[in-house]
């Protein structure tokens, strides 16, 4: 058998040819699988974007009643008259169309005071400084009793559809601590009492959210609140907060008899010390020696008729109001997003190098 030159060299050509789509369909074959799989990353990291935004927005009443969450800009709403002196708010404070702020002093407010002009003209407020003059916003108080209405109806409706994730408890003669834990798997843990009264000498509600940090606790009074704690040490504060929960993620709902004193503080504000945000829209708010770690929304700041008469934070009354509530995402959230772009910038990078 003969074996010509022009043979091998045609032998040589199909086995180069052979090999080089062989390797052709090799490439094609790991680019198709580094596509597939930068899909599937990418797919993944999408569906964990749609899972942890909500989530991330959430971990504060706010957030969870679903309205604008104009009131999380503010420490005090009055939609009736509200007196202030001797004390100190760190706090934006709104005032509602035809009421007014009565603040004799001596007294700071640390924050902004909104109303509407009528709200500005009948208000009275000497020998005491406010970090910035009186604001005229009627508008933005319209918002505000919107958001308020929202957020009553949400506490409401979170309590009907509570189920396992809600309990009665007896907090009527607190002497020693009791804890309220968030129950792991709920997005609200709500506690329902007839009344709570924190008696002086080491009573104290404990606010647990370790099993559930991100949660928000309702604490719902059908009757009144009363916390007279004044002594027992700077250690023992009428109300504590653990397991990383905040002031934001707790709602102390008030629900008493309309025109009543509803909300009540004496003591000692060393350790009447209250941590959360007090929701109590048709009773009276008559607090004294109290540090109120939180927000108050009070009378009929809802733009509603209710009962309410007044609203009192007076004789060494302090109120230190959390941040303005921003629907910013958590650091988990822009972790994920920074992580879908440099997967996205590898495969297009991967396509130009293949072409």
């Known amino acids: 058998m003969r074996i010509t030159l022009q043979n091998m060299q045609r032998g040589v050509t199909g086995m180069h040819s052979v090999t080089e789509d062989g390797m052709k369909a090799a490439t094609q074959t790991t680019t198709s699988r580094v596509q597939r799989a930068g899909r599937t990353i990418c797919n993944g990291i999408l569906a964990a974007l749609i899972c942890a935004t909500p989530c ?29 002196n001797n004390g100190s708010l760190i706090a934006t404070v709104g005032i509602e169309s035809n009421t007014k702020i009565q603040a004799t002093g001596p007294g700071t407010i640390s924050g902004v005071v909104y109303g509407s002009t009528t709200a500005q003209t009948n208000s009275s407020i000497s020998n005491t400084t406010v970090t910035n003059a009186p604001y005229v916003n009627a508008p933005l108080m319209s918002s505000v009793a919107t958001s308020i209405s929202q957020l009553a109806t949400w506490a409401s409706t979170s309590t009907t559809n509570a189920g396992s994730c809600g309990q009665t408890v007896d907090l009527s003669n607190v002497s020693s601590q009791i804890t309220l834990a968030a129950k792991n798997g709920c997005a609200v843990t709500v506690f329902n009492a007839a009344n709570v009264n924190i008696n002086n000498g080491g009573g104290q509600i404990k606010i647990d959210g370790s099993a559930n940090p991100t949660g928000v606790v309702i604490i719902n009074v059908s009757g009144t609140f009363k916390s007279q704690e004044s002594t027992g040490g700077s250690s023992v504060f009428a109300t504590a907060l653990s397991g990383g929960i905040t002031s934001d993620q707790i ?62 934070i007076v004789s060494n009354a302090y109120l230190n109001a959390p941040a303005s509530y921003v629907a910013t995402p958590e650091p988990s959230t822009w972790l994920l997003v920074a992580s879908g772009a440099l997967v996205l910038g590898l495969l297009h990078r991967h396509r130009k190098v293949s072409a």
């Open 56 to 84: 991330a927005f959430g971990g504060n009443i706010f957030s969870d009643a679903g309205g604008a969450g104009a009131e999380g800009s503010f420490g005090v709403v009055s939609g009736v008259t509200f007196q202030t």
């Open 251 to 312: 709602l102390w709902n008030l629900t008493g008899n309309a025109g009543q004193n509803n909300f009540q503080t004496s003591g000692n504000h060393a350790e009447n010390v209250l941590y959360g945000d007090f929701l109590d829209l048709a009773g009276n708010v008559n607090i004294n020696e109290v540090t109120v770690n939180g927000r108050i929304f009070g009378g009929n700041s809802d733009g509603n008729a209710d009962g309410s008469t007044g609203m009192s």
